[in-house]
DNA sequence: ACGCCCTCCTGTTGGC
DNA sequence: TGCCAACAGGAGGGCG
């Protein structure tokens, strides 16, 4: 699924073509998404204008006026793109928010881990948004706030870095890659590390996240920008998915293990611990 | 509160 | 070629 870089390079895409756009209408073929999509839906939203997108983690918030916001999540599998308002749907384009430019902000999402939901102006933070941790690009996140909240938590950094109360938006492969910018062994326990090592991590995720948003992102599968187009950060990944194959930094090999039911890649020379 | 495991769903890939 | 298991970018929820 899209993590943060591909996130924001799909805000960034859809800023660009539909800012101040009206809606005219939504059409949602498919409700049974990661939760059920409220049948209030398409009244909340038909003729508002977009007035603006945000990100917040890995969510999309379009602001609708004074209505309230429309969050958008892609889970593992999803996509949002521009298509004419008369290009006809393919399987698993489950919602279209059709637009007066004559182009609609399409949805596909084939295993369905996405999200479409109505915020309604005035209504109390959102739990989904409230409980998240800071935004890894921001002052928020730095190197006093990873070592206060490291020290209480025992479970492997790799699996806290990918905690979205600990830092909002780092997932499996950007956890990788910036643990080995940062050096750090992925099972090494979060509590084992000092301010020094925090502060490498920090500046390493930020480090990586901003290389890939300037990439474009990373396309494995399902992911394409706003405009169809493909990220390319993929190209220069030093260890996601390089199992076997020399480090690019000290030719020791890169091993793969599991931790959480998720696949973890290292360097055995350079992460040693 | 935390750590660990399971779950949701479909498509693709690789082994036999 | 076909079948089947394993795996995939997330993350909430239940349990101990």
Redesign the pocket.
Request: net charge positive; aromatic share 10%; charged share 20%.
């Given at each position: 699924?899209?993590?943060l870089p591909?996130v924001e390079t799909t805000r960034r895409g859809l800023v660009a073509r539909v800012l101040d756009a009206r809606i005219e209408r939504a059409i949602v073929r498919n409700r049974?998404l990661?939760w059920p999509v409220s049948t209030g839906l398409e009244a909340a939203i038909a003729g508002a204008r977009i007035d603006a997108i945000e990100r917040r983690?890995?969510?999309l918030l379009f602001a609708c006026e004074r209505r309230g916001h429309l969050l958008v999540?892609?889970?593992?599998?999803g996509?949002l793109w521009l298509v004419a308002n008369d290009e006809p749907p393919a399987?698993?384009d489950h919602v279209d928010i059709v637009l007066a430019t004559g182009f609609s902000i399409r949805l596909r999402d084939?295993?369905?881990?996405g999200a479409v939901l109505w915020l309604p102006a005035g209504a109390p933070v959102h739990?989904?948004l409230a409980?998240l941790g800071p935004e890894p690009l921001t002052a928020a996140f730095d190197a006093p706030y990873l070592y206060r909240?490291l020290r209480?938590?025992?479970?492997?950094i790799k699996?806290?870095l990918?905690?979205?109360?600990v830092v909002a938006?780092?997932?499996?492969?950007?956890?990788n890659e910036a643990l080995f910018e940062a050096r750090i062994n992925p099972r090494t326990?979060?509590?084992r590390l000092g301010p020094a090592r925090c502060a490498r991590l920090v500046e390493a995720v930020r480090t990586i996240l901003a290389r890939a948003i300037e990439a474009g992102?990373?396309?494995?599968?399902?992911?394409v920008a706003a405009d169809g187009k493909l990220?390319s950060f993929q190209d220069t990944f030093n260890v996601?998915?390089r199992d076997g194959l020399p480090c690019v930094r000290c030719g020791a090999p890169v091993r793969?293990i599991?931790q959480?039911?998720?696949?973890t890649w290292y360097c055995v020379r350079c992460q040693r611990a």
């Open positions: 699924m899209p993590e591909e049974a990661r983690a890995k969510y999540h892609l889970g593992m599998s996509r399987i698993h084939p295993r369905r881990f739990p989904l409980s909240v209480g938590r025992s479970a492997a699996l806290v990918m905690d979205s109360h938006g780092v997932g499996n492969i950007y956890a326990s979060a509590s992102g990373s396309s494995l599968r399902d992911y990220g996601y998915g793969a599991w959480g039911n998720r696949s």
